[in-house]
């Protein structure tokens, strides 16, 4: 809407139509015999005058500060419109009806006075002639023509203006309420950055965590999380059906209900809640569902996953091996809740593995097998933060129309006891 109304406020695009039309009249003059021009100078004059306000137009529109150009140039065209009037014809000519170009244009233009602006140049139009020729004084059929003619002009000008008016009013109240609506996103977008963690874990954990979250629009449906439990640390990452406020509403709320669950120590417990508690919310809303992977990391090393229908984690063993996380358990939301059984899978995590998952946005990051890449990009890049700002990096190069999420955790070797050191030789304390 915006781009809309700039061009149509353009004084050159305004002014196009005039000095068409003023062209194709020469163009009909010459071409047609019973089209005489009665008044070569008040003719050429014509032209002359529609190339300045041509070139008083392109001015205006390379200028915009120059206000008063854009005022000027309805004047300058009435004149244009009264020499051509003048030369071929007068009152017989056939081009006096071009008078209501400028007269949509005058009358279009904020301010009231420019209705009387309009009048003015119609009267000028229609007098001009026996200005130029004062042999000739008006008959008095030629001045009732002047008074109807100012009237009817004088009414479209009317309309047109207040058309007008209202049309800027509804320009401005939509594009306030783009405004509002924008606003009202650009909160919810903060609410929902704020909802991911923003830092690592604190010391003492035997793992590192690091993730990011790149919304395809200003909210997105994906999100991810970690947290600490009793024995260790609970990460997820899930990504809502759709894009836009209503699936960012959507990842709060499963997010929610999964931090609700720290206290259980079984992973699909964790997603059965998560689902009773979407089925709850979207009982008389649309059917969509989400894809989730959740899992739970004791400080030992032993992983506890479950997998709702998303199936983008892998584990990349210290010696560069990689094994998929796989499931055939469905998504939550599908309204199946009898089929909902999702299964825990437990495995362990060496010191050096890195566990890798992400949402399908990675997807359109990569030609070949997205996993196969994030391996080799894992290979490359064993910090989990080095990683993630390695997918985000591409996620910025490459064109994608999905939302970018990646969470990568890494087991670290066990911390050992307190040392001592003498004279540069490390010891255990005793």
């Not at 089929?339 to 399908?360: C, I, Q």
Request: charged share 15%; proline share 5%; hydrophobic share 50%.
């Amino acid at each position: 809407m915006p781009n809309r109304a700039s061009i149509y406020d353009n004084p050159l695009v305004r002014q196009a139509p005039i000095s068409a039309f003023v062209a194709l009249s020469a163009l009909l003059t010459v071409a047609l015999p019973v089209l005489e021009i009665t008044q070569p100078h008040a003719f050429l004059a014509s032209f002359v005058v529609t190339a300045i306000a041509t070139l008083v137009a392109a001015t205006a529109a390379g200028l915009p500060r120059l206000v008063l150009l854009g005022a000027v140039l309805p004047a300058i065209d009435f004149i244009a419109v009264a020499l051509l009037r003048a030369g071929t014809g007068n009152g017989s000519s056939v081009f006096t009806s071009l008078v209501i170009l400028p007269v949509v244009w005058a009358a279009s233009r904020p301010g009231r006075w420019n209705i009387v602006y309009a009048a003015v140049g119609v009267a000028v139009v229609i007098l001009t002639p026996f200005a130029i020729n004062p042999a000739q004084p008006p008959a008095g059929s030629e001045l009732v023509r002047l008074g109807i003619t100012v009237v009817v002009f004088g009414m479209v000008a009317v309309i047109v203006h207040e058309l007008a008016r209202n049309a800027r009013r509804s320009v401005a109240a939509a594009r306030g309420n783009e405004d509002a609506v924008r606003a009202e996103i650009d909160r919810a977008a903060t609410v929902q950055r704020s909802l991911l963690p923003s830092t690592g874990l604190d010391a003492g954990h035997s793992v590192t965590i690091a993730g990011a979250c790149l919304p395809a629009k200003t909210v997105g449906g994906d999100f991810f999380d970690w947290y600490p439990t009793p024995g260790g640390i609970a990460f997820s990452l899930g990504d809502v059906m759709g894009k836009g406020v209503g699936a960012g509403l959507i990842a709060a709320a499963v997010r929610s209900t999964l931090r609700s669950a720290r206290t259980v120590d079984d992973a699909s417990e964790a997603l059965k809640r998560a689902s009773d508690g979407l089925a709850a919310e979207t009982l008389s809303s649309e059917v969509t569902f989400t894809t989730l992977f959740h899992a739970r990391v004791s400080d030992e090393g032993v992983l506890q996953w479950a997998d709702a229908g998303h199936g983008l984690s892998s584990i990349i063993r210290a010696d560069g091996r990689v094994e998929r996380l796989l499931s055939g358990d469905l998504p939550l939301g599908l309204g199946l809740e009898l089929l909902n059984a999702w299964r825990t899978t437990s495995t362990v995590l060496e010191p050096g593995d890195v566990l890798v998952t992400f949402s399908d946005g990675v997807l359109d990051l990569f030609d070949d097998d997205a996993v196969d890449a994030v391996a080799a990009l894992t290979r490359e890049h064993r910090d989990p933060q080095a990683l993630v700002q390695a997918l985000a990096a591409r996620a910025g190069e490459v064109p994608h129309d999905d939302d970018v999420t990646v969470v990568v955790l890494r087991r670290e070797a066990a911390q050992l006891p307190a040392v001592a050191t003498i004279e540069g030789v490390a010891s255990r304390a005793v």
